[in-house]
C-alpha cells in the first residue's frame, strides 16, 4: 500500500559563515504531516564559501572523502515518495560536522585553545582521532587545514549552522509527536562499501538506546523480505543526533541508516548512478515500514491506514 506524495512547503533556515547569505539547512515538510517520520541529511551539504576552500590543504580530495555524496538527493527522493518530512544541511561537513556535539572539539585545532569555560577536559577519542566538530584529518590525507581556525569562526559556525539546524530537528518531531503520539527521526547517511559480501545497509539505534525495539525489528524484516544484507550497530551506532534528540520514553524514536555509497553512486563514488532509482525503491519501502510502526507506537495506526487508503 503506498502512500500519495504530498506537496510540501520548504523553509530555509540558519546561513553559512562566508557565503553570500547562503542557508545553513531547508526544511521540507507538508503542514498535514502524513506519516510521523523526519529525514535528516546532514552530511551531503555542498557550499564551500571561497575563505573554507582555501583554508584547506586539498579541498578537492577533502570534500569528497568527507560529504555523504548525493545523499541528499537520496533524501529528497525518498521523501517524495513517501510523505516524510525532510530536512537537508546544506553547510558542508567540511565546516561543521552536525552529528557531533557542539563541544566535541579538537582545542588543538582551535587558536587560543579551549574558552576557559569549557568543562569536558581533554577532547574526546573521537576528536583526537581527527573527526571532531570541525573535522581536523583524515586517513592518507592527513592534516585537513593550512592554519588554525579562528575561536570567533568556530562560535559562529556554531550559532549559525549547529545551534538552529538542531533546533528546528527538534520541533519538527515535536509537531510529528503532537499529530501522531509519536515521531521518528531517521538520520541518512551514506558510507564507503564495505568488504566483500558486507551489508549493504546498516541500522544503527546506539546499542538499544535510542529506539523501541520493535522499530528495529521492523527494520530488519522489511530488508530480509527484500533480499538485501543489513547490519545493526556495526560499523555505525549512530552519532549526536541520536543522543540528542532520542526519548522513547517520551515517544520520540531516532534511528541512523547508512546506505552503501555503491547501491546509488557510479562506479567512481562521485555522481548519481543507474542503481539510484532502484535504491530510492528500497529506502522508501523501509520508510513506509517504520512509519507504520511509529504510528502503531503512538497509539495513531488507524490514522495512518486511512492516510495510505
Given amino acids: 500500500m503506498m502512500l500519495a506524495p504530498p506537496a510540501s512547503d520548504s523553509t530555509a533556515g540558519g546561513a553559512i559563515p562566508g557565503s553570500d547569505g547562503e542557508s545553513a539547512f531547508t526544511l521540507h515538510a507538508d503542514p498535514a504531516s502524513p506519516i510521523p517520520v523526519l529525514i535528516a541529511v546532514p ?21 569528497l572523502r568527507l560529504e555523504d555524496r548525493h545523499a541528499d538527493a537520496l533524501g529528497k527522493a525518498v521523501a517524495h515518495e513517501t510523505g516524510a518530512a525532510l530536512i537537508v544541511a546544506h553547510a558542508p561537513r567540511a565546516m561543521l560536522d552536525l552529528n557531533r556535539a557542539a563541544d566535541d572539539v579538537d582545542w588543538e585545532m582551535v587558536e587560543g585553545g579551549a574558552p576557559l569555560f569549557h568543562g569536558r577536559g581533554p577532547a574526546s577519542r573521537r576528536a583526537r582521532s581527527g573527526l571532531g566538530l570541525v ?7 592527513g592534516e585537513l587545514w593550512r592554519g588554525r581556525l579562528p575561536r570567533a569562526e568556530l562560535e559562529a559556525r556554531i550559532a549559525q549552522v549547529h545551534a ?100 546509488y553512486l557510479d562506479t567512481a563514488l562521485r555522481e548519481t548512478g543507474p542503481r539510484f532509482a532502484q535504491t530510492v525503491t528500497v529506502v522508501a519501502g523501509l520508510v513506509r515500514r517504520l512509519a507504520a510502526e511509529t504510528a502503531l507506537l503512538g497509539g495513531g495506526a488507524a490514522a495512518f491506514r486511512e492516510a495510505a487508503e
Fill in 43 to 63: 552530511h551531503a551539504g555542498r557550499t564551500y564559501p571561497p575563505a573554507l576552500l582555501a583554508a584547506l590543504r586539498e579541498p578537492e580530495r577533502a570534500a
Fill in 164 to 263: 538552529p539546524y538542531h533546533a528546528r530537528i527538534a520541533a519538527e518531531l515535536g509537531r510529528l509527536r503532537a499529530r501522531w503520539g509519536a515521531a521518528l527521526l531517521l538520520d541518512l547517511h551514506s558510507m564507503p562499501p564495505l568488504a566483500q559480501g558486507g551489508a549493504e545497509y546498516v541500522i544503527g539505534d546506539r546499542f538499544g538506546a535510542t529506539a523501541d525495539g520493535g522499530l528495529v525489528a521492523a527494520g530488519f524484516s522489511y530488508f530480509a523480505e527484500a533480499g538485501r544484507r543489513v547490519a545493526h550497530n556495526r560499523p555505525y551506532a549512530g552519532g549526536h543526533a541520536l543522543e540528542r534528540h532520542a526519548a522513547p520514553r517520551r515517544g520520540v524514536h531516532a534511528l541512523q541508516l547508512e546506505v552503501c555509497r555503491r547501491a
Fill in 135 to 141: 573535522p581536523r584529518r583524515l586517513p592518507g590525507l
